[in-house]
């Protein structure tokens, strides 16, 4: 493998959040709670052969790590193909997806037969009720669906994702991780952040990891914390019977400071940051036919002056609210999480 290229901070080029849409089939009040949104144009979708491309050319500076995102990125035609692409890529050795599991069920085993590892899937709530205010789809049945196909179809490691929001599913964390268990998966809760599309975030809606902890110690008694990647982003838990569980703490105790993840959208654009005002256009260097190396300098002088620090920065900023407002969302879809693939 060559050697790692480093930040101002010392922290490698490692991990690529590929975002293949920036549509999707849900309207989670978290992500994309407006009833209009401003797409990316069809035309600068970048095809499977460019995308296979851009991996191609970060996988020769160090990233072994990519995980497909969207907007939803079952929505993308054909997505089995692209995953065969890049599984055979020599250098990616971990390749996952997060998804929420809508078109799972009839996509998991030719995924899986494609070259997919790992799967995550968003489960906010056990509720169908609930998932239909909260994410206006009535299609729980097809999620639990989805999670069961990836359980049969063999990927190993099955996560769910669950974003925690006070008011809303914070009653159950237990009942999510006795979900979890009895599928042999580990949920991960994550705090409710900040970031472009969530529009309706305010601080007191953010149940915090150590408030998690204090709720799941009542029911389960002494939880021990578990040694895992430091680059993780999740800090991960035992329970006393000895099932884990995670909590990606990004809004009250953020992990910058290790931070070896950048995400390439669905329209190339590269950002080194979740909370990152701009991007790098990767798509006009492509298409006006640089070479691989031409790119390859490109994107590794610019993340050797990376100093993002996104969520650490947000921590000191007073009367914290959403991060953009609408109108700046519609000015530029970039700033949307779901463009930026979460
Ligand atoms: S806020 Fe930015 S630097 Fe911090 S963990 Fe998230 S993506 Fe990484």
Redesign the pocket.
């Known amino acids: 493998m060559s050697e790692a290229v480093r930040d101002t901070f010392g922290r490698p080029l490692a991990s690529l959040r590929l975002s293949v849409t920036d549509r999707c089939n849900l309207r989670c009040r978290y992500c994309m709670p407006e009833d209009q949104y401003v797409w990316l144009p069809r035309a600068s979708i970048l095809t499977f052969e460019e995308t296979e491309r851009l991996v191609r050319v970060f996988a020769g500076l160090g990233v072994h790590k990519v995980r497909l995102t969207g907007g939803e990125p079952l929505l993308r035609h054909d997505l089995a193909m692209l995953v065969g692409m890049i599984a055979r890529r020599e250098g990616v050795s971990d390749l996952a997806m997060t998804t929420n599991g809508l078109l799972l069920a009839q996509q998991a085993a030719p995924l899986r037969a494609a070259g997919l590892r790992r799967v995550t899937v968003s489960l906010d709530t056990l509720r169908p009720e609930r998932m239909l205010a909260f994410a206006k789809s009535a299609r729980h049945a097809d999620v639990l669906a989805g999670i069961a196909a990836a359980r049969a179809a063999g990927f190993g490691a099955l996560k769910l994702n669950t974003v925690v929001i006070r008011g809303f599913n914070d009653d159950e964390l237990a009942d999510l991780i006795e979900f979890a268990r009895a599928r042999d998966a580990e949920v991960r809760f994550i705090e409710y952040m900040d970031v472009g599309g969530a529009t309706r975030w305010s601080m007191d809606q953010v149940v915090s990891q150590r408030e998690m902890l204090e709720t799941l110690g009542r029911r389960y008694g002494r939880i021990e914390p578990v040694a895992g990647d430091p680059h993780a982003?999740a800090d991960r838990f035992r329970l006393p019977d000895g099932t884990t569980f995670g909590i990606i703490a990004?809004t009250t105790a953020?992990?910058?400071r290790s931070?070896d993840?950048s995400r390439v959208t669905a329209d190339g654009t590269w950002f080194l940051?979740?909370?990152?005002e701009r991007g790098v256009d990767l798509r006009d260097l492509l298409r006006r036919g640089a070479g691989d190396a031409e790119l390859a300098a490109l994107i590794r002088d610019t993340w050797q002056g990376r100093a993002?620090?996104?969520?650490?920065q947000r921590l000191g900023v007073a009367d914290r609210g959403a991060l953009y407002r609408i109108d700046s969302l519609r000015a530029d879809p970039h700033r949307e999480m779901h463009t930026r693939g979460g």
């Open positions: 982003p990004s953020p992990f910058c931070c993840r940051c979740l909370y990152a993002d620090r996104g969520a650490e």
